[in-house]
């Protein structure tokens, strides 16, 4: 499978803070239009894996590649070179994440909450940008809470809104971050209706999750994380399928 034909590639990435190796070769890829979840143990990589995609963290050996282009480097007189702020934060604008907090701009409302990416990044005229953050907030069910402010939605909402903002400058791919961690049990599945409708839509969705019958539902891929190392990746019926004595089958012993 060559990485061309996909949305995203991740070629040997590593990743390390000081002596820890948080990535260790980490090769993975995500075609269009489908939805790869990712689990494992606390502390296998998996914040750090989508972080370095979204380039929230700069890698130190490998490639990620977003419709074949290398992210956050560019090849110059024969080096390879960190890409510029400006550039940087046109790559990052092509991927949307969810974090488990919801990270709203508290002192914005939920329409502005919305429209400042866009308008202040990408240059969409405000007229516009607004008209598709409301019918952005009707798709995940807020068009009452349009005008307002986080600390007056429930956790579902904000989490709901934080989905609509990242959906506004229209990605190319969407990751989460273990999204629905924070909530009360009762506000989970709002969010991971909305999550199923955008991946039934056809959007292409990495999803770094503990829920596992979502994970088992939706996903087309599930990709197995232990050291910094993807261990195992197969379709749900395959990963599902370990064996109750191997590390997977182990893990997913212990995650319900
Ligand atoms: P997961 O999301 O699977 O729980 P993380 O990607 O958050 O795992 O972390 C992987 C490893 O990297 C852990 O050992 C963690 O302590 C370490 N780590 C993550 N971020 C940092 C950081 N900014 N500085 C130092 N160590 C980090
Ligand atoms: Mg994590």
Known sequence: MTGDSMVLSARRVRKQFGALVALDDVDLDVAEGSVVAIIGPSGSGKSTLARCIHQLERIDAGAIYL?????????????????????????????????????LFSHYTILENLIEGPTRVLGVPRKEAEE???????????SDKVDAYPRHLSGGQQQ????????????????????????????????????????AGGMTMVIVTHEMSF???VADRIVFMEAGRIVKEGTPKEIFGAPPESRLGRFLATSG
């Open 67 to 103: 419709d074949g282009e290398l992210l956050g480097f560019e090849h110059k007189s024969g080096k390879l070179l960190p890409l510029r702020d400006r550039d940087l934060s046109r790559q990052r604008a092509q991927m949307g994440m969810v974090f488990q907090q919801f990270n």
């Open 132 to 142: 598709k953050a409301r019918a952005l907030l009707a798709r995940v069910r807020l």
């Open 160 to 199: 709901r809104a934080a989905i609509a903002r990242a959906l506004a400058n229209e990605p190319r791919l969407m990751l989460f971050d273990e999204p629905t961690s924070a909530l009360d049990p009762e506000l989970v599945g709002e969010v991971l209706e909305v999550m199923q409708d955008l991946a």
């Open 215 to 217: 994970a088992r539902d």
